[in-house]
């Protein structure tokens, strides 16, 4: 039996992942294809049909249990963290689920998605079928915790994790909602991690992403809050809260703006994971790690959907641990790069898999 050393609430989506290969060329049936291997491939055959049209194939690889919050929930049990789910995983829960479902505590409150994601060797691009999520709503969180012993639970854990800001329109309230209202009463000598990802806000408006932003150093009274963007999300947020241009992939642009955004958004640690460098601002110090440099960077990836939750895990999983923000980072990028090469996430209890890449 698992003996656990920390606590977790996570929230609130659940999809069902399907990784796909978009085909470029077929010489038969079955395996007998050449994938595409750049966005940029796909992009110029869809530039070649404005005024046409176009045949694309899709090869199916494999279904696997989906959404920010499932994938980061499994990573956190691997790592000895008693794991409480609320989220989108069907009703009844989907047999994708199962095994969160037999490890963690887990509700549902919504029908699961779909994530279509076709995979490349530069990227991804992940088509949704989401509709569902709408029912992720304050009204069915309130309803859900409405025990005293599950309440109490909550107000308890070392980290609250909320995920997928931009796929569940309710996230703003329902945060607001479990920090007054549950985490409140025991804020002054309880300060858990509270963690945010937003899950590429590009789609709704600036209002709502600035609504956010605005909120989290309130929320940071509440705990200590940790913010973690991708490179799109960062230059999305720097541009809004900074009015600050920041195209391309400049990792020295990104360490010296990380401690400004963090001090302006007046949270406790904010980070940046590009696909091939990361950044962290905690406190006043930065820090910054080169994949390439730690042996980390993987040419040949087995899966990258998830990878940026398994990232966000073990940089989490350090924080609860007690390390540096330099030390959770580089865990973090370690997580993300093993769960890449190998389509799992590391094993905390496996020695072996924490030294294999």
Known sequence: MTEYKWRAFVGFDGFVDRILSVVERRWGGGDHFQPMETIECLAQRVQDAIGKSTNIELVLREERMGGNGPILANALLKGHVDVTYIGALGNPIGPLFAALEREAHVYSIAESGTTHALEFKDGKLLLGEMSSLSDISLEAVKKLIASASLRESIASMDLLAFVNWTMTPEMNPIVAWILSEI????????????????ADPCKRSKEDLCHFLKNLSHWNQKGRVVLGLNLKEAQQVISLWLNISCDGDSPELLMSTAEQLRKALDIHTLF??????????????????DYREQGLFVEVPKILTGAGDNLN???????????????????????????????????????QSLLTL
């Open 272 to 289: 940046i994971h590009p696909t091939s460098y990361a950044v962290v601002a905690s406190q006043g110090d930065t820090y910054g790690i």
């Open 183 to 198: 985490l409140s009463p025991k804020a002054e000598t309880h300060r858990p991690w509270i963690f945010f990802d937003l």
């Open 313 to 351: 895990a073990g940089f989490l999983l350090a924080l609860l641990q007690g390390k540096t923000p330099r030390e959770a980072l580089l865990q973090g990028v370690y997580y993300a790069s093993f769960y890449i090469r190998h389509a799992v996430a590391p094993d905390f209890c496996d020695p």
